[in-house]
Nanobody
């Protein structure tokens, strides 16, 4: 089993920054991918950013150039640096951990961007 604990959400004004953290614990020995997803009010959950065990990254078009995903393998922690935040970034952000055949989710952290 894998447990994911997220932190770093909060309320920020448009144009501001936040950094989300997600630490994995439990049966950890490497990963296939870790990432961040979000679900805004009345919307489906969508991919925000993802990083593979080999270090490849991909981002949603809406966040490219503003968000950066990174991972600290020693701390089993994935980060999402969010800059130039917009009101449309308001959502619950979920951490995701993938190691075949399992896929695990954190409990979510609220990010609210005021205009």
């Amino acid at each position: 089993q894998v447990q994911l604990v997220e932190s770093g959400g909060g309320l920020v004004q448009a144009g501001g920054s936040l950094r989300l953290s997600c630490t994995a614990s439990g049966s950890i020995w490497g990963f296939d991918a870790m990432g961040w997803y979000r679900q805004g009010p009345g919307k489906l959950r969508e991919l925000v950013a993802r990083i593979t065990g080999g270090g490849s990254t991909n981002y949603a078009d809406s966040v490219k150039g503003r968000f950066t995903i990174s991972v600290d393998n020693y701390k089993n922690t994935v980060y999402l640096q969010m800059d130039s935040l917009k009101p449309e970034d308001t959502a619950v952000y979920y951490c995701n951990y993938e190691r075949f055949p399992g896929k695990y989710w954190g409990q979510g952290t609220q990010v609210t961007v005021s205009s």
